[in-house]
Each structure stands twice: as C-alpha cells, then as structure tokens.
C-alpha cells in the first residue's frame, strides 16, 4: 500500500515529485484485505441479502443482533441490548479482522451489519460489503464521483452511511446522486441526480427508508443553495416529494403556505444566493407521530448583516422541522437560532426517546445543537420542553421556555465593526457525530465539544455566487488571539453523559485537543467512542461511571459511529478509524475497517514513523497590495478547505502554511491553475483564478506563514500547530 512519508525532502522540486507520486487519496491498487484468522466458507447467500422490509425497519428494536439502518433503529438511538461484552470482559477485547480501504481522507461512515454481511460507505462515496465472518470482501462500489465535485464541498470528501432496503443499498454521492446498489452484486441498480449540478450542492449523509421512500437531504449553505428534503420511490428512483427549508424568489409563487410564512422572516433578496437551510445530517421517522423529523443549516452567508440586513428570524435555517412522510406536508418546527449569524445549524443528530417526563410518559426528540444548548422538544407538537447548555456557552444566557427564544447577549452579534470570541465557534459545541442513549443508565452519551472562534464581520463581503459566502473577516481570528494572548481559545473534545430529564452533565472524559469521536452505547453497560481527530484510540467507558476501560491503538483518528453486532452467538463490535494522524494531512492514514472481538488476536501491521513538516516559509518578496488581494481570493476560494488565513485545516486538506509549494509560484500554479492534483481531490480553479491571482494567493500564504512563525517560540513542531486549533472545523460543518 503507497503511504506518504517522505515529505521531508531538501529542495522544493524534489518535494513536489514525491508528493504527486505519494500523495494519492484514491489509490485503486490498494485494495488489499488482510485477515489474521483462518477463512471460512462464506454461507451469506448472495440472493438474499439487504432482505431488510419495512416490518424489520419497524421491528429493528426485536433483532439486537442486527444493525439494520445507519442509527440502529429509526429512534436513532445508536444503542443495543447486547450484552456478552460488558465491563468485566471488555478489557479481553481484541481485534478479529480488519480490511483496508482503498481511499483515505476522513472515514464518518456508521456500518450496516445485515445477516451475516458488513455494508459500509468510505471517503468519495464508495460502499464495501464484507462477509463478518472473515472480512473477505464479497464487492465495492465506486460511484466514479467527478473529482472537480471538490470545488463544491466545504467539509471534507466524506460519507456518513447508507441505507438497507428491499436487496439494496442506497447511498447519496458527493456528486449529488442517490443510488440503488444491488446488495447480491454490488452492481448499480438505478441512479437519480437530486440536485441541480450547476449549483453548490453535495451530499454526505446517509440516506434514510422510510415507507418505501429513501429519503436524502443535501449540503452547500457555506456556498449559497435553496435546502430541501426530498423523499424518492426505492424501486424506481422518482421523486415522491421535496420540502424546501427557506422560501424562494417570491415572484415565482411559494410552494406552499409554510414557504409564504417564511418568507416574512426575510428581507433582501436572499434567494439570489439561495438562503441556506441545507439538511446535511440530522433525520429520522418518528413511527408512533408518523412524522419525519430532521434538521437544517445555517442561512447564506453565516453572517446574517450581510445575509438579512432587517434582522428577521430567517425561517427555516438552523431549525428542527417535522413533515408527513406520505406527502412532504408541513407539520411542525423549531428553530433553534433564530436569525442565525453564527454557522450554527441545527444538525446535531436528533433522537427520538420516550421519558419520564413530569409524571408522564413523553415521546420527546433531543438534539445538541451546535449553538451549545441541548434541546428537548415534543415530537407531536415540537413544543420546547427544555434547553440548557452542555458545553462553554457565551452568546446567549438562556433559552425562555415560554416563547422558545435564546436569550442573547447583545455583543455577540459583533456589530460595528467588533470582534466577539465566540463560545461555541462555529466548531459547534457538538457536530454530526452520532450520539447513544442506554435506557438503562437514561443517560445521553454525546460527543461534546468546547471552542471558540473569533466572529468579525467583513466589511467588504461581496456576493460569491460559486464560493465561500461567510460574510466574515477571515483575519479575525488571527488578529484577535495575537492581540488578546490571554483570552480563550481552546477546541477540545471529551464524551459527556447526559441526564436529559434533569438537564445536567452527569460524567464526562477525559478532554484532548479537536472533536472527539461518536458513540455506541451497550446494554454490557459501556459506551465506546472513537477518539476524535487527533487521539488514535478506540475506547469504552464504563457507562454509569464514565470510567475508561478498555482502548485500542487505532494508530489514526476516529470519528465514525461504531455498531455491534451478534454472529453464531457471539458478540462483536465495528467501526471505520481513519483520519491522518496528529490532525495532519501529510501523516499516514491507515483507513480500515475493524471488527472486535473477546479474546481477538489479529494485529495491525506497525505503524509507520511520522514527523509533520516544520513551518518553514520563504522569504515574503511580494508588495503589501499583493498580499492584501492574495488574501481576499483566499477567503473566497481557498478558505473553506484550507481554513481561514491559510492556517490550517487539520486533516482532510493539507495545512497549506507548511506546504513546500510555497517555494515556488510554478509547482503552486501546477495545482491551482493546472489541476493535477484533481485525482486527489484539488481541482483546478482555473475558472475562478486568474495567474496573477493565484501568484497572489501564495504571497499571501508567504505573509501569513512568515508572521506565524515569527508569533511562535522556537519549538516546533507542537508550537507550529497552534495555529490549527481554532479552525479544525472540517468535520463537524456544512
Ligand atoms: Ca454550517
């Protein structure tokens, strides 16, 4: 398998030819399987596989050896009553097989285990299936996304699932396809473009079945798209209906009475740029209210002086919204950040939990959302029945239970030209990652974050159509923690128990630097949860207690939702790992499959040593109006994948303050104008930069790589990546 490690050559030619040989995301020749145990005959009969209809769908609950859809059971509550791994034995699990991905970058695929057979989706859309006895590999599918997609994704070549219904697997393509993948073959069955390709959609979420329909929303509010959910047949691939989360140009006419309603909440002319709302994640079906029940993004830009100068509430961007499955009608929302200016969306996983609730039983939907507060809400009605923070929270007070709103703190609008340090940053104080519920314990385990994030509003935001629309001063951050050494500016991550009936943080992990891992919850009583970004362990805690008691080296980061599963009567325990290590894009990415085991005795094979490249610009020769003007490209083309002020993004895009194509404008150009990197996922921009912007564009990265260095005290490489933390925020946005 090619793995990249040689980076640290002298010459910047040099470097430049072994990036391009090694450097490679998609490797096809690097499919290799490897199992440590004997292989058994295959008996999963290629016939009926994904025999998943809807009354396993609804009956998921009653087949705890199965993991039948993306959050284990449409309460999407990442739990199982399993059992034969518990706290006493947890401590003997071992690794019983592994397989090896042939693409790399960031791995937020949640697996299916369906009769025998693992179904799980990698970076760039692909799906493998494997038998769970051995590991062998039984197909793959590659959707062949069209690599300039890149131009379009603001968070990563991920996938988060897929879908088991009626002998196939479904998945939604980076490209923006939903497909239909027969289960027996791994043969295409049908595919459908749901979004418009001229515009900046993507998909990375997993598609959900719902009556016969998968249901697939999209992404794209950091660029400007009109967000919908849209339900399409299973067996063919129409269009059954399509809900719009912000209203149109109204001299088009509103689709229905909502969009109308909605529309009074805006001024401007949004829908120039489209509004946002996109539904990138949270979705589930609520059997017993028959509703479908999801949640949106932020509107476009994410600073809503620039977005609705009149201040409305903007419906329906970051919300939590209920509509009939049959038909697509409105039933009920939420919207968790009215007039969202902080890239909050309403994303966080919902879940669907029946509680003890005031004396009652209560079928109630939970998220926490990226604005810091855990919401408890009616499913029926979407009543607010509670929000408090679960994590460092500084742009509102409180949430008034009466009318539903924040109560915000006037300066975090950062009006007037101010900078506020925002808590959480548009991190988000919890992202995508998948969260569990043990109903033993009533706890809520969730993937929790604290960070902060410089807000300023750019006083010279110009429309983008076909790039990043923020409407922020991409200096901000720089600026601001260089002038304010003292104030906070961390971004770690830790698991937090939640008592959702109390409102209160009941145990929470150990914390480390950048997002931490989803979870899967047990009915052995443990909780196990990848260690995020920048922590290479696999762990579970005891679930009562928090109490870590098993890890495993994953020798790279971890994110995905982990699931188990029951085989011949024994009990196993799945997930994908894979995210350069150190959150660094150059480090070694060993994206695999793994499969536990008690008493497993498979071994990885050794890791391979890494150093980060040190920051070590050249010498700034350009003018002060090159730089200035480099930098305004760089915020409206670079910045979203590369982070702002050319920092860094930790690991699904190289940290481009230590790229050694800073040495030299031709190898710079080769990429940013020729395109040759396309394959890995950087397409050309010839389109959008010109030659004398993309000279720019590096006398800027020049300016900022020269500045940072001469910020930080001689001691590199921890000190070079200070500069990381506050930006990290690939994997939990879109
Ligand atoms: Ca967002």
Redesign the pocket.
Known sequence: MKRFSTLLLSTAAAVFVVQLAGCDSSDPGAADIESAVASAPTEVSSSSRAAVDDQRLLNAANEPGQWLTVGGTYEERHYSPLKQIDGNNVGQLGLKWFADYDTNLSQQGTPLYVDGVLYVSTAWSKVYAFDARNGQQLWQYDPQTAKDIVTKVCCGIVNRGIAAYDGKIYLGTLDGYLVAIDAATGNEAWRKLTVDPDAQYSITSAPRIVKGMVLIGNSG??FGIRGYLAAYDAKTGDERWRFYTVPGNPADGFENPQMAQAASTWGGDWWVLGGGGSVWDALTYDVKNDLVIFGT??GTPWNQQARDPSGGDNLFVASIIAVKPDTGEYAWHYQTTPGDTW?Y?AIGPVMLLDLDWQGEQRRVVVQPNKNGFMYVLDAATGKLLKADPFTEVNWASGVDLETGRPIEVPAARFKDGTTFNLAPGVQGGHGWHKNSFNPETGLLYIATQRAYYAMQADPNYMRNVGGANTGLAFAAGFNYYRDHPDAPREFVGYVVAWDPVAGKEVWRSEEHDGPTGSTLATGGGLVFSGGGNNTNEFRAYDATTGQKLWSFDTQTGMVAGPITYELDGKQYVAASVGINQAGNYYAPNYSRLLVFELNGTALLPPAEAFTPPPLDPPPLTASAEAVEHGGEVYGQYCGTCHGNNGQARGANFPNLMTSPMLNAQEAFDAVVINGIKAQNGMASFADKVSAADSADIRAFLIARANELKASLPPAPPAAARAGDVHDDVQDN??
């Open positions: 509010s950091e993004g932020n890239d969306d946005d879109e």
